[in-house]
Every structure is written in structure tokens, then in C-alpha cells.
């Protein structure tokens, strides 16, 4: 059974839409650049030079799951990236190469495009480095004493993702709306990519998902690197239109019908013609899908995955019901 939530009060939404839910760039595929390494394959998430997380939010919005996970996630791109800092030299900008002893193995200059990227990768370092300690000290435990269990059972996953093209819709957009290279149809779109790109998060918009024989056009699809999943936005702007909403119900039941779960493989934003929902409202919907699908996937070292509870429990339920919740959860 679904919920639909909308932001704000207004007008009760015919029952049928009552029952659907608000649970409801693009990768740098080639780098030509004549390296020791293979920069494109050395690492695939590029774009989070280009779409930075927003530590304001990263801090104050994620749950420590999340949390625990991206600063795991750090650690890893660290090791894998080459060591690389910049700085410089008779006033030419320079990144310097360090080797496991820290001292400088080679230095390249930056005014040769074919090092263009070598800086970027270097800026990629030191956004890690910040990020790093900015989520650190923000936490009071030891990201070490936890490990990633990748969960099972998500719709989309890494691979699904890489295949991806972002704006595969063949269907005219009539709107002038962009966000930076990105033709969107609608205001909420356009409000909803920013709120993605604040929180750091990786998306394409609108590309080609299959379900079982049907090509569909999510809105967003969303990728979690942490956790090598994704997920879908739906953005339904135009509730109470009759053709729109036939459209809206068939895409919902689309989903459902491939085994897709509200709230961990897709998530529905819900608006009317003359009703946004507030960009507050839109984060916190986000946020809460991204830290329901951490709390699946990360466990202290200590305990056995097989051991932990199948319930999301709350800081918000008092002790003693979640107590009884978690002996109680029965399927």
C-alpha cells in the first residue's frame, strides 16, 4: 500500500493518488590524456569534481550511516587515486606527484591542455581530503569499526548505471528551462536537479531504464557510489489532470509490477498545477531515501549481517517500543 504525501495543505487528492506515494554531469567516459595511468578507468566518479557535496548539507541532513559510508568511500578513492597536489613553481601553477615516502616523483606543468586532467584529479584529492575531515569530526565513532555489506535485491544497480545515457527522452521539451547543460520540462525538475546537485548527489535525468521489454524515462535516476545502487526520482507535477494522471498511474504500476519498492528503489515527489512542494520538503524527502538505504547497508564489525534487525528503527521511537518492535517484526 503506498502513501501519497504532499508538502503543505491543501485540497484532499482523489483516492487513486491518495494510494501512490512521495515515498516516494554525466560520467567522464574518455579522458584522452597521455598518462602513466588510465585516467577514465582509474576513476569513474569524475563528476563529483564537477558537482562537489555541499558539506553544509552532508553534515547537518545525513545520518551517520551515510555518513560512515561516504568517509569509507573516501578512503578507498584515496588509495585508488594517484597522489597528486598542487601547487607552485616560478609562478606557474604546478601539481606535483608524490610516491609512498612522500617525496615528489614527478611535477607537471599546467599550461599543457594534456594535463588538464591531471588537475582535476589533484582537485578531486584535496575535496576528498576537506570532505574528509569536515564529516569526521562531525561523528562520534570510528568510521574503521564499520563495514559496507552491499544489500541485495535493489532494481538498478552499477552496471545498470554505467550503461546509461542521461536525456535519452526522445520527446519535445517545450520548456526554457536548463540547469547547466541539462534541458528540464518543469520548474519542480529544475528545483529537484539543484536540490540533487546541494546534496552531492549523482544523477541523469531522463534516461532510458527497461522493464522487462518497456523502455521508460524516469525523471532521475540517482546513484549511490557508496553503496553501488541506485534509485528513481518521479517528480508527478500536474496531480488532478486526467491524462496526466492516467500516465503517472501506469509508470507507478510499472514499477511495482518489476518488483520495485517505494522508498528504496524509487521515490515520488507529488505536486499539483498550482502546488510545488517546498525545496525544504524535497530535501528531506531525498535525504530520507538516501539514509533508509544506509541503514541497509552498513554494520559495525563487531556483529554478524545476518544478525541485525530487518527494521529501521527510529531515534525518534521511545526504547522500550523499539524494543518490542524489533522482537515483534514478523513477516
Known sequence: MFVFMFGGKHKQQPVLFRICLCLCLCFWENINVNLNISTSSLYKTANQFIIPLRDSYMIRDFS??????????????????????????????VVRE??????VIRTYTLNNSKNKEIGQIADLRAHYQELR???LSSLKV?????????????Y????????MKSQSNPKEIKSDLWFENIHMRSRFELNTAIILKSLGLEFKYEPAVWFKGKCKYPDFVVYLPEFEVCFI???MGMIGDSGYDNEAVDKIRLFTENKLIPYRDFLVLGGTSDFIPTKDWVLSAIVSMVNSIASECVFPLSKNVEEQPQVVVYNTIPADLASLLEKEWEF
Not at 608524490?98 to 617525496?103: L, Q, R, T
Open 233 to 235: 526520482i518521479e517528480c
Open 64 to 93: 551517520d550511516d551515510y555518513k560512515i559510508a561516504k568517509l569509507l568511500f573516501i578512503e578507498k578513492e584515496l588509495k585508488r587515486l594517484p597522489n597528486y597536489h598542487r601547487g607552485s613553481r616560478n609562478n606557474l601553477s
Open 142 to 154: 570510528s568510521p574503521s569499526e564499520y563495514h559496507i555489506q552491499l544489500s541485495a535485491g535493489y
Open 133 to 135: 575531515k569536515r564529516l
Open 156 to 163: 538498478l544497480s552499477k552496471d545498470d548505471w554505467d550503461k
Open 98 to 103: 608524490y610516491g609512498s615516502d612522500n617525496v
